[in-house]
C-alpha cells in the first residue's frame, strides 16, 4: 500500500484556504443578528439590533482564513527566502496598511473602525486581511498552484451562475426552502425572518452577494478567467465547459441591470483583445469589429421599439437640469424658516385665547393668502403657485406644522418647553436641517443614480480627513446625512435610506483612510498592470500564459473600473486581492 508522505500532505494543504476562498466563500449567507451602535444618532432608526445576512458573516470569515493563510505564508517563507523570490513590490501595500491602522487609532469613531458598522463590516482588521490574502496568492499561486487557483475560482463561478439562474427565473435559491434552511443553520428558535430578497424575487440577479451592482463586479472579475479558460482548453469538453460558464456569466451579468456594467463590459473587451491579440494588425481588425459593434449596438438600443435600457442609461448619466423650489429650512423660536422659489417665508402658530391660528407669511411680515380645503385639513398657499401644502394643528400642549413638498412631508412641532421648533425627520427622530457644502453639479445631484450627490457633498470632507481619514467603517458618521433639502430635492429614494456608503472606491479609500493610503494602493494597482505588461512581453512566454495573464489584467481593470462608481465592500472584494496576489505571482 503506497504511504503519502507528509511533505506531499503539507504542499495540497497549503493550497486549501485559497480554494475555499475562491469557490467557497462566496456562497456564505447567514442571518446574523447584530448591535448597530447607532440607535442614538438623529439620522438613523432607532434599533439597537438589526439582521445582517452578507457582510457580517463574510467578515467573520474572511478573518478565519486571513489567519489560516498567515499559517502557509509562515510555512512557505522559508522556501522563497532561498529561492530570493522578490516581495519589493508590496511595499506599497505595505504603506497603505500602516497607514489604515493609523486612521483606525485616531478614527472618529474606533468602536466602528475596529469591530465595524452595521451593513459594511469592512473594518481594520478585513482591511488587512486583504492585504493578507494578496501576499498568500502570491507565495502559493506557483505552478502547481495557479491551476488548482483557477479551477477554484470557476468552480465558485459556476455555484453563482446556478443561483442566478435561479434569480432569473423567479425562483431565487435563498427563499426556497433549502436556501432559507442555510441562511438559518445553527439558529435557535423561530425557521422564518423577514427575508430581505423580498417573499417574490423580482427576476433582478445578486447573486449571493446581498445587491445586483456587486454581484456585476464579481461577475466583472470572473468572466475574464472563463473567457481565459475556453481559449486555452485543450480537450473539446473543456473548451466546451468553459465557453457555456461564460455564457452563463454574461447571461448573468445581463441580469443584474447594472447601468455601470454596461459602460464597464464593453471597455474591457476591448482592452481584452488588445492584450490577448499578437500583431499589431490583429488588433486594428479587433479595434474596427469592436467600434462596429458598440455603434450598432447604440443604435439598436435607441431606434428599436421597446429597447430603453441605453435610454436610461443615458438620462441617468446626464439628466435634465433641475432647479429647485425649495432652499433651505432653518429653526428658530418664532417658527420655521422656508427659502421657496428665492421668497423667505415664516411658518408660525399663535395662540388667541381658546384659539390657535397657523400662518405663513412674507419677507414684509405681512400674511400671505392660502385656500383651507375641510376634507383634507390642508392650507394651500395661492402666492406661491399652490406648490406647498401645509397641515397645522395642536397634540398635547404641543404646536405641530406639516409641510408637504409634493409627495415628501416635513413635520415640525413645539411645546412651551421649547425655545426653538424642531424638525422630526422620517425616522421619528428630532434634527436640525442644515445645508451641506457642495462642490459642483448643483441642479445635477440626480445624475449617475444620484452618485453625483453623494460625491459632491463628501469631496469638502475631505480637507477635514486629508491625512488620516476619519477611520475605517466611519463614513456614515462623517457624511452630512442633515442636509435634509437637497436630500428631499433630489426624491424620496435620497431622503429615506441612510446614507452609508459614498458609492466610489477612490473617495471612499480617501475620506477613510486618508489621501496618502490611497495614493500607495494606486502605486500598488499601477505596479500590478507594469508588471503583467513586462511579463507579457517577456521573450519564451507561451501563448496560453499570455492569455491568462491578459485575464488577470483585465479582471483587475474592469474591478478599478467599477470602483468610480461602487465601493469596495467585503462581499466581493476579497476575489479581487486574490487575483492581484495570483498576478504578482507571476515570473
Given at each position: 500500500m503506497k504511504t503519502v508522505s507528509w511533505k506531499k500532505i503539507k504542499e495540497n494543504l497549503i493550497f486549501l484556504p485559497g480554494i475555499v476562498l475562491l469557490a467557497v466563500w462566496p456562497c456564505a449567507v447567514h442571518m446574523d443578528t447584530v448591535k448597530t451602535g447607532l440607535e442614538d444618532y438623529p439620522w438613523y432608526p432607532s434599533l439597537v439590533t438589526q439582521e445582517d445576512f452578507f457582510m457580517h458573516v463574510r467578515s467573520l470569515f474572511l478573518l478565519f482564513l486571513a489567519l489560516w493563510m498567515l499559517i502557509c505564508i509562515a510555512?512557505?517563507?522559508?522556501?522563497?527566502?532561498?529561492?530570493?523570490?522578490?516581495?519589493?513590490?508590496?511595499?506599497?501595500l505595505l504603506v497603505y496598511e500602516g497607514f489604515a491602522v493609523l486612521s483606525a487609532l485616531f478614527s472618529v469613531n474606533r468602536e466602528f473602525s475596529f469591530h465595524g458598522i452595521v451593513e459594511q463590516y469592512e473594518h481594520i482588521g478585513v482591511l488587512l486581511a486583504y492585504g493578507i490574502v494578496a501576499v498568500y496568492f502570491y507565495f502559493t499561486c506557483g505552478d502547481r498552484g495557479k491551476g488548482i487557483f483557477r479551477g477554484a475560482l470557476l468552480a465558485g463561478a459556476a455555484i453563482q451562475c446556478v443561483i442566478g439562474f435561479t434569480q432569473l427565473t423567479g425562483n431565487d435559491f435563498w427563499n426556497s426552502s433549502l436556501g432559507r434552511w442555510l441562511i438559518l443553520l445553527g439558529r435557535r428558535g423561530g425557521t422564518d425572518y423577514y427575508s430581505v430578497f423580498g417573499e417574490e424575487s423580482s427576476g433582478q440577479v445578486y447573486l449571493s452577494f446581498y445587491h445586483p451592482n456587486y454581484a456585476a463586479v464579481y461577475l466583472l472579475l470572473v468572466l475574464p478567467s472563463a473567457v481565459a479558460a475556453a481559449w486555452c482548453a485543450r480537450k473539446v469538453w473543456q473548451k466546451a465547459a468553459a465557453l457555456l460558464l461564460t455564457a452563463f456569466l454574461l447571461i448573468c451579468l445581463w441580469g443584474t441591470g447594472s447601468k455601470t456594467a454596461a459602460l464597464v463590459l464593453p471597455a474591457v473587451i476591448l482592452l481584452g483583445g488588445l492584450l490577448a491579440l499578437p500583431g499589431k494588425r490583429g488588433r486594428i481588425r479587433f479595434s474596427a469589429l469592436w467600434l462596429l459593434g458598440i455603434m450598432t449596438a447604440a443604435a439598436m438600443a435607441f431606434l428599436l421599439p421597446g429597447t430603453t435600457f441605453l435610454k436610461e442609461i443615458g438620462s441617468s448619466i446626464i439628466p435634465e437640469r433641475q432647479i429647485y423650489a425649495l432652499k433651505e429650512v432653518s429653526l428658530a423660536e418664532e417658527g420655521i424658516y422656508v427659502t421657496w422659489n428665492e421668497n423667505r417665508l415664516l411658518l408660525s402658530m399663535e395662540e388667541e385665547g381658546e384659539k390657535t391660528y397657523f400662518s405663513v407669511l412674507g419677507a414684509d411680515g405681512n400674511g400671505l393668502p392660502m385656500n383651507y380645503d375641510p376634507e383634507t385639513g390642508h392650507f394651500t398657499l395661492l402666492s406661491e403657485g399652490g406648490e406647498l401644502e401645509f397641515e397645522a394643528y395642536t397634540e398635547d400642549e404641543n404646536f405641530w406644522i406639516i409641510m408637504y413638498q409634493g409627495e415628501i412631508p416635513w413635520y415640525f412641532t413645539k411645546s412651551s418647553k421649547d425655545t426653538s421648533w424642531k424638525y422630526i425627520n422620517l425616522y421619528q427622530k428630532p434634527d436640525t436641517p442644515e445645508n451641506a457644502p457642495a462642490a459642483f453639479g448643483k441642479g445635477y445631484e440626480s445624475a449617475l443614480s444620484g452618485r453625483v450627490y453623494l460625491w459632491s457633498r463628501s469631496l469638502p470632507l475631505l480637507g477635514q480627513h486629508l491625512l488620516l481619514g476619519s477611520g475605517p467603517d466611519t463614513f456614515p458618521l462623517i457624511f452630512p446625512q442633515n442636509d435634509y433639502v437637497t436630500r428631499a430635492n433630489v426624491g424620496l429614494d435620497m431622503l429615506m435610506p441612510v446614507i452609508s456608503k459614498v458609492h466610489s472606491l477612490y473617495l471612499q479609500i480617501a475620506l477613510q483612510t486618508?489621501?496618502?493610503?490611497?495614493?500607495?494602493?494606486?502605486?500598488?494597482?499601477?505596479?500590478?498592470?507594469?508588471?503583467?505588461?513586462?511579463?507579457?512581453?517577456?521573450?519564451?512566454?507561451?501563448?496560453?500564459?499570455?492569455?491568462?495573464?491578459?485575464?488577470?489584467?483585465?479582471?483587475?481593470?474592469?474591478?478599478?473600473?467599477?470602483?468610480i462608481t461602487n465601493d469596495s465592500v467585503v462581499a466581493v472584494s476579497p476575489v479581487f486581492w486574490a487575483l492581484l496576489g495570483m498576478g504578482y505571482s507571476r515570473k
Open positions: 510555512v512557505q517563507i522559508r522556501r522563497y527566502r532561498e529561492e530570493k523570490k522578490r516581495t519589493g513590490q508590496f511595499w506599497p486618508g489621501m496618502i493610503s490611497l495614493a500607495a494602493l494606486l502605486v500598488f494597482w499601477i505596479r500590478y498592470f507594469l508588471h503583467g505588461r513586462k511579463i507579457m512581453k517577456r521573450k519564451g512566454q507561451s501563448r496560453e500564459e499570455i492569455i491568462w495573464e491578459a485575464a488577470g489584467l483585465v479582471s483587475v481593470a474592469g474591478f478599478l473600473l467599477m470602483g
